[in-house]
């Protein structure tokens, strides 16, 4: 089978991980530029001021990937790069790159898929309480609402947010991410409905407006797995997925919270502050929302927790190291004897992914799934100047696979982006940790040059993946 005439293949990047330019042309801070320069905060302090230079470097990367097939270029906006403060007086300057980054898809036929948020917010708005502060959702609807005026005549795709759960627990929970606070468990889960309520006032205001094309938005996909039948740990799985799972896309795709994490954080005094209002835009929007982005790279695998440790729940804590406890101690994450890891320890599972998008049918039914990022984290090898990266060609084929299966299985997925188009700052990695069919070189200019991935997807696409 090829797949589908208008299933999109494409790949993926996000602003902070890849512009540089963090202080050109009327940007703004972000709280990533500065959090990142906190001495220790990142793999050998790295940050994200010059990143790849994809700001100055738009026009080669993008010929780069049209030479590669690649139909789609999924790709975020630097909100401090459109209001330097969050919200005030529009930069020109930063409405016009990306109207240049715009153009120059399409020049190449390639169909830009926005994300609004992927992370870096104004400085200005952390400063004032961040995700906390319900004023940064209205600063948020007024952010998606240039963006729909100034780029919708051309960008057909949006995503509101990328990763609620990440920025959220990581940010709020472990401290690993900006703001940098440790263990606020209240704290996240309001920052997790503020963000559900800016998604779905932007879903609003963009079907309100009439603008055409399609707007959803991206959650992590990290499906949890009994390690055995045991009934105790089959109870840590379905908690699991209560809390990382329906706590994340319910409120989007059915338009309420999941009834179970609601009378579970009632008990522990941890309900967010909600109001009427907010419920009710929740629930109206449900049926606007025109897709769902799934990134999907490890499943968890869980039991129930024995010890007494508490600790931040989500993917980063997640990696490996045995035992690794949820936020509310329920259960615990754990690395299994009979499966296989990433450099970073992170599971490699085409299986639990094909799993877990039937979960997904089995609650949501047919909902539009975009695959927004899958890749493989690595340190690629280099043999005769060459960028020799099979496994991560393995793992992407094994991936696409399984979205073939679930596309034959009558799972309505549209399109697969994979993660990354080109090499990136990895947010706490630096540049160590590789995803890219693009190599950059750090020690000659930041050279891009092709590797072994590139040439494979490229006949991928122009198969339409008839051989996997
Ligand atoms: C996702 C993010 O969490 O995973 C990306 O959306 C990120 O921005 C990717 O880079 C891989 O994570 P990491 O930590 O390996 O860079």
Redesign the pocket.
């Known amino acids: 089978m090829k797949m589908p005439k208008d299933f999109l293949f494409g790949a993926a990047s996000?602003s902070y991980?890849v512009e540089g330019a963090w202080n050109e042309d009327g940007k703004g801070l972000s709280n990533w530029d500065v959090f990142s320069k906190i001495p220790g905060k990142t793999f050998e302090n790295t940050n994200g001021d010059v990143a790849v230079d994809h700001y100055h470097r738009y026009k080669e990367d993008i010929a780069l990937m049209a030479e590669m097939g690649l139909e789609s270029y999924r790709f975020s906006i630097s909100w401090p790069r459109i209001f330097p403060n969050g919200t005030g007086e529009v930069n020109e300057k930063g409405l016009e790159f990306y109207n240049n980054l715009i153009d120059e898809c399409l020049k190449h036929d390639i169909v830009p898929f926005v994300t609004l948020y992927?992370?870096d917010l104004p400085q200005a708005l952390e400063e004032k309480g961040g995700w906390k502060n319900k004023e940064t959702v209205d600063a948020f609807v007024r952010f998606a609402d240039t963006c729909f005026q100034s780029f919708g005549d051309r960008v057909n795709h949006w995503i509101t947010f990328?990763?609620a759960v990440?920025f959220c627990s990581l940010g709020y929970l472990t401290g690993a991410h900006p703001p940098g606070i440790e263990g606020d468990v209240k704290g996240y889960f309001q920052t997790t409905h503020n963000v559900f309520v800016a998604h779905a006032r932007a879903v609003e205001l963009f079907k309100q407006n009439g603008h055409t094309g399609e707007i959803g938005i991206t959650h992590?996909f990290n499906p949890a797995f009994s390690i055995d039948d045991a009934e105790e740990n089959k109870f840590a799985e379905m908690h699991a997925n209560a809390y990382a799972t329906h706590w994340f896309y319910d409120p989007i795709l059915k338009g309420e919270y999941p009834e179970y994490v609601v009378n579970g954080l009632s008990e522990q005094g941890l309900l967010p502050e909600m109001t009427e209002e907010e419920l009710d835009v929740l629930k109206r929007t449900a049926p606007m929302n025109d897709f769902i982005g799934l990134?999907y790279?490890s499943p968890q695998r869980v039991m129930k927790n024995d010890s007494a440790l508490v600790m931040a729940g989500g993917?980063?804590n997640s990696t490996g190291r045995p035992g690794n406890p949820s936020f509310d101690g329920v259960y615990k994450t754990v690395k299994m004897d009979d499966k296989v890891y990433t450099k970073?320890d992170w599971e490699i599972s085409p299986e639990a992914f094909l799993a877990g998008m039937h979960m997904l049918k089995d609650r949501y039914g047919d909902v539009k799934i975009y695959i927004t990022?899958n890749?493989l984290?690595d340190v690629d090898p280099i043999v005769d100047g060459e960028i020799m990266d099979t496994p991560r060609i393995e793992y992407i084929e094994g991936h696409l696979r399984a979205v073939k299966h679930a596309v034959q299985q009558g799972i309505n997925v549209a399109g697969y982006y994979a993660?990354?188009v080109i090499d990136?700052l990895?947010?706490?990695?630096g540049y160590k940790?590789q995803?890219g069919f693009i190599y950059v070189d750090h020690n000659n200019g930041l050279a891009r040059k092709k590797k072994q991935s590139f040439h494979w997807y490229k006949e991928i696409i122009a198969t339409r993946a008839e051989d996997l």
């Not at 990895?426 to 990695?429: E, G, M, V, Y």
Request: proline share 0%.
């Open positions: 996000a991980q992927h992370w990328n990763e990440i992590v990134n790279y993917r980063e970073w990022e890749g984290g993660w990354s990136l990895s947010w706490l990695n940790k995803y």
